[in-house]
């Protein structure tokens, strides 16, 4: 045989060994992994590091994967790939909006988010044909029913309880996919138009009858505080008035007293000078003024009178004395 076509067998069979080598070394990432068939039937599951398989014989299995993407118009696109690797970390996947009618016939678009993890490889890949669209699919369908439950108000209200029910059905759901549902978040809950626009007329609403309210309040609060202040004023006034009369009346009692007690020591007759008193004060004030005045004296005047005398001479008593 000759040289050369040895030379050229040896070097194929090597380059052969070379090619078959290289193919039978897999370097998988941390936190990724490969499903290894052998002649199409599942083998084992290659772990993180170095592995080596028996190519022809072996080879990894497919597995179709989609991520989500904007568009020039910020849209967002779902984009499909196929992947020999599957990444074991939490993956998030963000849906479009979808049209949900809830239990009052109100079209809402929802903008939902759900985060899972594969668990079990050999399941998410022979438990699903495509487990990417089966999540998405079922997210959507359970979010159809479970705000389908709910009317608007309480959608709008209860978006903590419907994510939470929703990972609840979720991982329930997806358990045998080899798939763990570790939350769902509700992004955006966008209710018509004019339900908006109602909604927006009755906040507004709701604000101004607050506002009165409160304006209300304060103006009764104010009233009840300006009477109480009144009041406080008028019992001060009233109580500073009795006191002066108090103390005038209490200045005239014992001037009445004194002039009782001097008169009853000169001999005289306390009642009548206080009469008198009285007349003369009355008879100043009358004569008071530049008008000419007729005055028609009473029979009285007679006891006046004697009163006046009495005083004299208790005067002239006094100054005797």
Do not use: C
Request: charged share 30%; proline share 4%; no cysteine.
């Amino acid at each position: 045989m000759p040289v050369e076509p040895v030379f050229i067998i040896v070097a194929a069979v090597a380059v052969f060994i070379i090619i078959l080598v290289v193919k039978g070394f897999k370097i998988v990432p941390q936190a990724e992994t490969m499903v290894i068939e052998r002649l199409g039937r599942y083998n084992r599951t290659l772990e993180s590091g170095i592995n080596i398989i028996w190519p022809i014989v072996e080879k990894p299995r497919r597995m179709e994967w989609r991520f989500t993407k904007s568009d020039s118009q910020g849209n967002k696109v779902i984009v499909a790939r196929e992947t020999y690797r599957i990444d074991l970390r939490e993956t998030v996947f963000d849906f479009p909006r979808q049209n949900v009618i809830t239990k009052d016939n109100v079209a809402l678009q929802i903008d939902a988010l759900i985060y899972f993890q594969i668990v079990d490889p050999k399941r998410a890949v022979y438990e699903v044909a495509n487990l990417p669209e089966a999540i998405e699919k079922l997210t959507k369908t359970t979010l159809r029913n479970v705000l389908g439950e709910l009317d608007l108000d309480e959608s709008l209200a209860s978006r903590d309880t419907i994510n939470t029910r929703l990972t609840t059905i979720l991982d329930q759901s997806t358990d045998k996919w080899g798939v763990k549902v570790t939350r769902v978040e509700l992004q955006d809950i966008l209710p018509p138009k004019d339900i908006r626009q109602a909604m927006e007329k009755q906040m507004r609403a709701e604000r101004d009858r607050r506002a009165a309210i409160l304006e209300a309040e304060g103006e009764k609060q104010s009233a009840i505080l300006r009477a109480e202040g009144e009041k406080q004023s008028a019992i001060r006034s009233a109580e500073g008035e009795a006191e002066a009369r108090m103390k005038v009346a209490e200045g005239e009692a014992e001037a009445i007293r004194r002039v009782t007690a001097s008169v009853s020591a000169s001999g005289g007759d306390p009642i009548n000078y206080l009469i008198a008193i009285r007349y003369i004060d009355a008879l100043v004030h009358m004569f008071q003024g530049n008008d000419s005045k007729v005055i028609y004296m009473p029979f009285e005047a007679t006891g006046l009178l004697s009163s006046i005398g009495g005083i004299k001479d208790m005067f002239k008593a006094s100054g005797e004395g």
